[in-house]
């Protein structure tokens, strides 16, 4: 095999013009063949032979980069597509010695490795990863057997420019070396770094072809630093690694704990219609897993996302200690920006979790750990694997987060010193823009800094309603006092607010004001146009919608009520609209006794009145109620919203029956949901617990006057004694 050396490349004649027409140095195409030839040799591919493991398809977070050709961002493919087509990962690299190849850190989790080989020439060698850099994404790859015939690549520091990279990438399904000037554009931040660009993973020349440095992350110190042999940079080895590794193990064994959250279970809607829009339905789990991390001796910060009225049914937290039976934790307060909650230990825990106090930046082309942590069934699994940071960017409030490629919901982030940089949180929305309540709930990787300034005690860091609530408190809800109608583009075009509403899409008329309502006291009007909330400290005014709020859409077939099979009576929608839903459902999330303005237009002119959210009387969902087992009905008192549907006053007495059991002495006798019993024995029903008591002391047959929308009748129904009840 010919040698590879470069001292006999012959002097190279630069091709030069008009310093000032000329930007950057160039070379004749003779010439920069002449170079690329002489390092041919020492350009490989490093393959990597992947596997899946434990179904998991395998993973790179190292597999993107940006191209030195286009400026693109390009994969080196997908994990599970390489598995399944039988080829390997491939990525080019540079043979700096008969037995070290010099190439990028491709951040794979070893567990998805089968093997790793160099392709030098013809020739497949075994390799190992003997060396990460602590600067640079890139480490060294030990041949398993030399490369003969190649004398060292050597790196002479004192070489000047102008300098050339050279970089070896897979294009168009071949492999192609490149050169081009380096440019000499020098880069000052605002922070004082200073550095010029290059491709990335390449090894760069002087012009007569010569080795002077490398770079493996596309940026270069201005300082000069860069130059020499990329042997000589400072890194990790295997047992350095193993060794950092053990003390991340310990640090997070004690600082990352599993726990187990349990929830009451909610309260069943009141049917199928009004399970459309509410989530926090039967089917919400009663228990869910998670992990905190152990901030303080004493304080646990809780990583899950959970709505308020799903924190509004926690009853019990459950931390899983190392070595240690499980203990319980009490809940103390959910941030209100971020997608966790703070908790407390009745006696201090392990050691807790170090934390970086530099920002995430500190981390710029460090060699960093992630901890991927998840549960598999009820077994939380944590592995770790070394990584590095793709970059930086801003996001909310000017706050910078990593730039990581893959799935970043489970994953933390570690410097070599064994402190968290950054964990998977969700940030949470101030409000939702739409009623149906859908949500950004996309995890990111969030620096420490973002989350543990909020934990200082800032009065406005913490959501008060977001807590844990008893069973009575669970169906609190605010409300407005008014019922609406959605716009539409003829609604719109008569009230002339085409051009404000969108065409009708966003606002609502008012068709009904409640008497002794917030609305009432604001002095709002039937015919109002309610276009948007201001809240403070609320970026964008929330538009108003009545999404979920407006009924059936159809008229309730109450001619037809009887015919309902008993089995499907529990399936009969509610004909009002729900409370829970629509602009009652906003006021409640922007929190009881909060100000805010309502934006409206009246007869052409646009008006802001101020309100503050107020807590609804008691509605049909937490209305009190009587279920009487021998007859097979429960009852509830009628609430502001059923007397509206059912135009009764505040005076007319009666309760309405909620359920009817299957085969019950009330079914047989006729009985059906949404009826009215208003009277017992020719004397006024008043309300739940009145007609409890009349039955609880009743025997033998009882008359109830029922009234079905605008026709009443007599039903007679027979109650057990009270010797038979005992």
């Known amino acids: ?31 920069q063949t002449e170079i690329l030839n002489a390092l041919r040799p020492h350009m490989v591919r490093v393959e990597y032979d992947l596997r899946f493991d434990k179904g998991e398809p395998p993973a790179a977070l190292g597999w993107l980069e940006r191209c030195p050709n286009c400026g693109n961002i390009h994969g080196f ?20 010695t008969p037995n070290t190849v010099l190439t990028r850190d491709m951040q794979i989790h070893p567990r998805f490795v089968q093997s790793v080989a160099v392709r030098a020439g013809n020739r497949l060698i075994a390799a190992r990863i003997t060396k990460r850099f602590r600067n640079e994404n890139g480490c060294l790859l030990e041949l398993a057997e030399p490369v003969s015939d190649l004398e060292p690549m050597r790196f002479d520091a004192a070489r000047g420019g102008p300098y050339f990279a050279i970089t070896y990438t897979q294009d168009d399904a071949d492999w192609a070396a490149a050169i081009a000037p380096l440019s000499a554009a020098l880069s000052l ?24 440095g490398a770079s493996m992350d596309g940026a270069l110190a201005a300082d000069g630093s860069w130059k020499g042999a990329p042997s000589e940079w400072p890194g990790f080895s295997d047992e350095e690694l193993t060794a950092l590794m053990a003390h991340l193990d310990d640090v997070t064994s004690s600082g990352i704990l599993p726990v187990t959250l349990n929830f ?30 152990l901030q303080a001796p004493t304080r646990l910060l809780v990583l899950a996302n959970l709505e308020a009225k799903q924190t509004a049914r926690l009853e019990r937290i459950l931390v899983h200690l190392p070595d240690a039976a499980p203990v319980e934790a009490r809940f103390e307060a959910s941030l209100r920006d971020w997608g966790c909650f703070v908790a407390t230990l009745d006696e201090p825990g392990a050691a807790p979790l170090p934390a970086a106090e530099a920002p995430i930046t500190a981390a710029r082309d460090e060699l960093v750990f992630f901890l ?5 069934g009820d077994e939380p699994i944590i592995r770790h694997q070394s990584a590095r940071l793709a970059g930086f960017l801003l996001r909310e409030e000017r706050q910078v987060y990593p730039i990581v490629y893959g799935d970043e919901s489970n994953l933390f982030c570690f410097s070599a010193q064994g402190e968290l940089l950054a964990f998977p949180v969700t940030r949470r929305e101030a409000l939702s823009d739409e009623y149906s309540r859908w949500r950004n709930d996309s995890v990111r990787l969030t620096p ?40 539409d583009s003829d609604l719109a ?30 002095g709002l009007e039937v015919g109002d146009i309610l276009l948007q909330l201001h809240v403070p400290e609320h970026h964008r005014p929330v538009p108003v919608r009545n999404d979920g709020a407006e009924g059936l859409g159809f008229d309730f ?37 909060k100000p805010f303005e309502l934006e409206l237009v009246r007869s052409g002119e646009s008006r802001r009145i101020p309100m503050v959210v107020t807590e609804s009387p008691a509605y049909y969902d937490s209305a009190r109620q009587f279920k009487s087992e021998d007859l097979g009905f429960t009852v509830k008192d009628l609430t502001y919203e059923v007397r509206r549907y059912f135009q009764l006053g505040p005076d007319d007495s009666g309760v309405i029956i909620a359920r009817i059991e299957p085969g019950s002495k009330a079914y047989v006798a006729g009985l059906r949901p949404y009826e009215i019993i208003q009277r017992i024995d020719d004397d006024p029903v008043v309300d739940a617990p009145a007609l409890e008591e009349r039955l609880t002391n009743a025997g033998g047959e009882v008359r109830l006057d029922v009234k079905r929308m605008t026709s009443t009748r007599v039903v007679k129904l027979r109650v057990a004694e009270k010797a038979e009840s005992e």
């Open 1 to 31: 095999m010919r040698k590879a050396t470069i001292a006999w490349i012959p002097a190279l004649t630069i091709i030069t013009v008009a310093a000032a027409a000329e930007s950057q140095p160039s070379l004749a195409p003779e010439q």
């Open 77 to 96: 493919g997908d994990g599970e597509e390489l598995v399944r087509e039988k080829r390997p990962l491939e990525v080019g690299g540079w043979l700096l």
């Open 189 to 212: 931040t605002d922070g004082g770094r200073r550095f010029t660009t290059a491709p990335n993973a390449c090894v760069i020349v002087d012009q007569q072809g010569f080795p002077v």
């Open 264 to 293: 009451r279970s909610p309260k069943a809607a009141a049917n199928r219609m009004q399970m459309m829009w509410r989530d926090d339905d039967e089917s919400s789990p009663t228990e869910l897993r998670a992990f905190a991390l």
């Open 372 to 376: 991927t942590a998840r549960y598999f």
């Open 448 to 487: 420490c800094a973002c989350i543990f300034k909020s934990l200082g005690g800032a009065r406005d860091a913490f959501d008060p309603n977001n807590v844990p609530l008893s069973e009575a408190e669970e169906n609190r809800v605010a409300w407005l006092g008014v019922e609406m109608q959605n716009l």
């Open 493 to 522: 075009t008569v009230n002339g607010v085409s051009e404000i509403t969108n065409d009708g899409e966003m606002g609502a008329m008012v068709s009904y004001v409640y008497p002794d309502s917030p609305a009432s006291a604001a």
């Open 557 to 593: 077939p109450w001619d037809r009520l009887s015919e309902v099979p008993e089995e499907y009576l529990s399936e009969i929608p509610q004909p009002w609209p729900s409370v829970q839903a629509g602009l009652n459902e906003l006021l409640t999330e922007i929190g009881f006794g």
